[in-house]
């Protein structure tokens, strides 16, 4: 392999007694820790696009903002649905509350003159026993009523609450935000533009941290290699042979079934923002193997 694109770890002293050389992939490359295409969640026009190449966002930040208005009356026509229906359920619970206390009335009422026919025979008239009983009927009947009414508007209010959700994500939908911190380098849209679901808007890189990635023999383990830190040779521009530290954050558990290796991710802070993604990287010291 050719010098510029051997790949070399520095390791600690210990492990350094069972290096020997080993093959490396090709050429190795900065790569961004995160990036995201953001794409739209609706068809629609865009009102207003908040950012441009070069600017820094945070997460959550907003970079687009579409024509939402119609899905602002939806909303605010959901809101008011809503309370309506919880006012009348407020009702109905008042009213069951009173329906059960008047059915506890009637109910001591028939069963006092049931118990004083009991001690005194005739104490009180068929005719009104028989009122009594009606009144108890009525009572219960009402309460019943009631209670249906209430469940009416209980699963009312339970899908009432589902449309203003429903409304509240459509209308969320016309507000993009970042979904992650890092740099805009793609803008794909301008106002007053027409997009459908799915269609790109900005793209954002997350360069704050990078990474590279590798294979390397499996002869090394997993326990040896994880959290090791690393100097890595960086090919900047006008400084060749840059020398920073990484740390290995990931060991794949999968060994290749023909070429025996494994593919490690290494870790590169770069909150100096001194790298860039697409530097070419050179390790520094060869592989542990046993």
Avoid at 89 to 109: G, T
Avoid at 113 to 133: F, G, H, M
Avoid at 192 to 202: M, R
Wanted: proline fraction near 4%; hydrophobic fraction near 40%.
């Amino acid at each position: 392999m050719h010098k510029s694109s051997s790949v070399l770890l520095l390791v600690s002293s210990s492990l350094l007694l069972h290096a020997s050389n080993v093959a490396v992939g090709a050429e190795m490359f900065l790569q961004p820790w995160e990036q995201r295409q953001v794409p739209a969640q609706a068809a629609g026009l865009l009102a207003d696009v908040l950012v441009d190449v070069g600017q820094q966002v945070e997460q959550g930040a907003v970079l687009v903002k579409m024509d939402d208005r119609e899905q602002l009356i939806a909303r605010d026509r959901a809101k008011v649905e809503l309370g309506v229906v919880k006012q009348r359920l407020q009702h109905a619970q008042e009213k069951v509350a009173l329906k059960a206390e008047l059915f506890e009335i009637a109910a001591n009422a028939f069963e006092r003159a049931i118990e004083s026919n009991r001690t005194a025979t005739d104490s009180v008239p068929q005719a009104e026993l028989e009122k009594l009983r009606g009144a108890k009927q009525q009572a219960k009947y009402d309460l019943s009523e009631s209670k249906h009414e209430l469940q009416i508007l209980e699963s009312t209010v339970s899908l009432k609450e589902q449309d203003l959700h429903s409304a509240e994500c459509e209308l969320a939908k016309r507000t993009i935000i970042a979904p992650i911190l890092g740099e805009v380098v793609d803008v794909h849209i301008r106002s007053g533009e027409w997009i459908e679901p799915g269609e790109p808007l900005v793209r954002i890189l997350r360069t704050d941290k990078l990474m590279v990635e590798t294979l390397i023999p499996s002869n090394a383990t997993i326990d040896q290699l994880e959290n090791m830190s690393v100097n890595l040779i960086v090919d900047m521009p006008n400084h060749p042979s840059s020398e920073f530290t990484g740390t290995i954050d990931f060991v794949s558990p999968e060994v290749g079934a023909v070429d025996g290796q494994s593919r490690i991710r290494i870790r590169v802070d770069n909150s100096q923002m001194a790298l860039r993604p697409g530097f070419q990287v050179r390790f520094l010291k060869p592989l542990p193997t046993q």
